[in-house]
């Protein structure tokens, strides 16, 4: 690879994990999308029709993957199985990007807490024609360390490989 950064997606849970996806994205080695603010994301999600805010949440997505190469999820205790962390997954792997997992739930938040390991999301979402479940063909690695600390430089010393092997997972898939 060129010394040019990689522009990746990375999809997270908002509430519980935010500070700790910020703990990745602050990496530097990789160019992430920007995070919605609490703001944005309200007018975003303005209004009490579910179709138009559904319209516009996806619209919001497919702007933010714009121009990347893969997608970073950002597991954490609840991650799996989420509406929009499956729709960011479906349409990533749809538009031919690389799609890696990243377990996050032993970095700390603000106040020094971790979360236990949620399960697995692509667990939950089946690879097109084959119909295996898209686990059988996407990682999602659990960074070594019984620390923060030690788990944040596994996740620093391995995501630019990380993502180089899913974009080349996903081009043999």
């Not at 121009?67 to 499956?86: M, P």
Request: proline share 2%; charged share 25%; hydrophobic share 35%.
């Amino acid at each position: 690879m060129s010394n040019t950064k990689r522009r990746v997606f990375y999809s997270f849970h908002y509430k519980p994990d935010v500070i700790r996806a910020s703990q990745v994205r602050q990496i530097g080695a990789i160019e992430g999308n920007k995070s919605a603010t609490d703001n944005e994301w309200e007018k975003i999600t303005g209004g009490n029709d579910a179709a138009v805010k559904d319209k516009a949440i996806k619209k919001w997505i497919a702007e933010q993957m714009e121009g990347r190469t893969c997608t970073v999820v950002l597991v954490g205790q609840n991650t799996a199985n989420r509406k929009w962390i499956n729709h960011e997954i479906v349409k990533s792997w749809d538009d031919g990007m690389g799609v890696v997992g990243i377990y996050i739930h032993g970095l700390k938040n603000f106040e020094g807490e971790t979360s236990t390991k949620g399960e697995n999301p692509f667990d939950y979402i089946t690879h097109g024609v084959s119909k295996k479940m898209l686990s059988s063909i996407v990682k999602c690695y659990n960074p070594a360390g019984s620390t923060s600390k030690e788990r944040y430089a596994w996740i620093e010393k391995h995501l630019v490989n990380a993502i180089e092997e899913a974009i080349t997972i996903r081009k043999a898939n």
